[in-house]
């Protein structure tokens, strides 16, 4: 395989959310160009993207045209999808017409698809689905691949919805106590992402599940009583709650329970040691806990 030119920009696209955003920084700090796809050029993110050297440019994955624009002449293609914001069939169309536009550039020499940790395997979760059927694609695309499967982002555990129970001093998850959930942060999801792109002989034609280590839902609520100096509770969310809300995250974390996911994260951190594998108590300590 030609190696690709550093020259070319590489092509991410959620540029300006956690993973394409992290992973744009990681590749912007390695001294490789990047086009940040965007529908909106103007957003404050995507600015922040241009003021680090980023080129900005518009592209909607519901709009096949502008993707083959904005992939034209791109070296490599970071790719995500996600069913937020429509719906799991719209995740696998525009999913599909990206990986299209990537093949149809005839520039792209490497994709790199993040998808989540084990969704290559009959899941049932429709989130994890939609990605088996995107992996899927990819593979038969005829253009060097790497998928990525990350597992729970740390991130999550800093969002509204986490933050409105930390409130009252009560870290939520659908997980039993004591039961493990492998975890990453986002930035270290970029990070990977920058080293794969950097080699892609190396990473052509794997696929690598992703997690900096496995944390009970009492450990995350110690990381977060340190990060924050609260006192921190965890409590287990009943399944019959997320139901409520949400079968798709109910049949996930249904999966996490009574299947579990495998993610050797021991052995990952052993096979790459150039990743700074950020971990749970790190991630914590760094993150802004004013509630
Ligand atoms: N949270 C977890 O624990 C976890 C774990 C494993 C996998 N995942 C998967 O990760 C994915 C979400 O990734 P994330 O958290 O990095 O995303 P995110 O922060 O929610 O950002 C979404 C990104 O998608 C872009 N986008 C949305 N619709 C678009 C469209 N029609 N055209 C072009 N761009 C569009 C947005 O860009 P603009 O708004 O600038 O256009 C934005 O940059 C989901 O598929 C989820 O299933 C999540």
């Not at 005839?106 to 290559?120: F, M, P, Q, R, Y």
């Not at 088996?132 to 499967?149: I, Y």
């Not at 409590?235 to 996490?256: H, I, K, N, Q």
């Amino acid at each position: 395989m030609t190696q690709i030119s550093d020259a070319r920009p590489v092509a991410v696209t959620g540029a300006t959310g956690a993973q394409g955003g992290a992973t744009a920084r990681a590749l912007l700090r390695a001294g490789r160009p990047v086009r940040a796809l965007t529908r909106d050029p103007s957003s404050p993110a995507a600015a922040e993207l241009a003021a680090l050297g980023a080129e900005t440019v518009r592209a909607d994955f519901t709009d096949p045209a502008t993707l083959r624009a904005a992939l034209d002449g791109a070296g490599a293609l970071f790719a995500m999808s996600t069913p937020f914001g429509s719906d799991l069939e719209g995740e696998v169309r525009q999913g599909t017409a990206l990986l299209d536009a990537a093949r149809e550039s005839g520039t792209v020499e490497h994709i790199v698809l993040t998808s989540a940790s084990n969704a290559d395997r009959p899941t049932g979760i429709p989130h994890f689905e939609t990605k088996r059927r995107l992996e899927r694609h990819l593979k038969g695309l005829g253009v060097p691949w790497t998928v990525l499967g990350p597992g729970a982002f740390l991130e999550n555990y800093a969002n509204g919805w986490t933050r409105q129970s930390l409130r009252r001093g009560v870290f939520h998850l659908p997980m039993p106590p004591g039961v493990p959930i492998p975890v990453i942060a986002a930035r270290t999801i970029g990070d990977f992402a920058a080293h794969v792109l950097a080699h892609p002989a190396r990473y052509a034609g794997r696929r690598i599940d992703l997690a900096a280590q496995w944390v009970t839902g009492e450990q995350i609520a110690a990381a977060i009583a340190v990060g924050s100096g609260r006192e921190i509770a965890f409590e287990e969310v009943p399944l019959t709650v997320v139901e409520g809300y949400s079968e798709d995250l109910a049949a996930m974390f249904r999966y996490f329970q009574a299947t579990g996911l495998e993610v050797d994260a021991e052995a990952l951190r052993a096979e790459h040691p150039e990743i700074h594998w950020l971990t749970l108590e790190e991630w914590a300590a760094r993150e802004d806990w004013r509630l």
